[in-house]
């Protein structure tokens, strides 16, 4: 089975940066498949309902939500199965757990998510 883990989290101050990396294992036959797979970034901020924050494609075409435009890049490295995201001049509004998603045909893998908390 497909196991995607989060990581890169945590407290940093208003208009400060963090890296997160999301990284696929488990099985081998999916994992082999990665490059094939899009990738995306969710969030859920608290009392709030979850969020599409990024996306990129298998040809790594990339989306973002208007709120996080300029700010936050997504990125993969198929030779390493993980998808990242940089997120720039953070804002508290940024705060929430964040959620890598991969979408392999038509099963969609999740992973457990990463705190981040961004103080002003």
């Known amino acids: 089975q497909v196991q995607l883990v989060e990581s890169g989290g945590g407290l940093v101050q208003a208009g400060g940066s963090l890296r997160l990396s999301c990284a696929a294992s488990?099985?081998?036959?999916?994992?082999?498949?990665?490059?094939?797979?899009?990738m995306g970034w969710y969030r859920r901020a608290p009392g709030k309902q979850r969020e599409l924050v990024a996306t990129?494609?298998?040809?790594?075409?990339?989306a973002y939500a208007d709120s996080v435009k300029g700010r936050f890049t997504i990125s993969r490295d198929n030779a390493k199965n993980t998808a990242f995201l940089q997120m720039n001049s953070l804002k508290p509004e940024d705060t929430a757990v964040y959620y890598c998603?991969?979408?392999?045909?038509?099963?969609?893998?999740w992973g457990q998510g990463t705190q981040v908390t961004v103080s002003s």
């Open positions: 488990g099985s081998i036959f999916r994992i082999n498949a990665f490059r094939a797979n899009a």
């Open positions: 998603n991969m979408k392999a045909g038509s099963v969609n893998y």
């Open positions: 990129i494609s298998s040809g790594f075409s990339t």
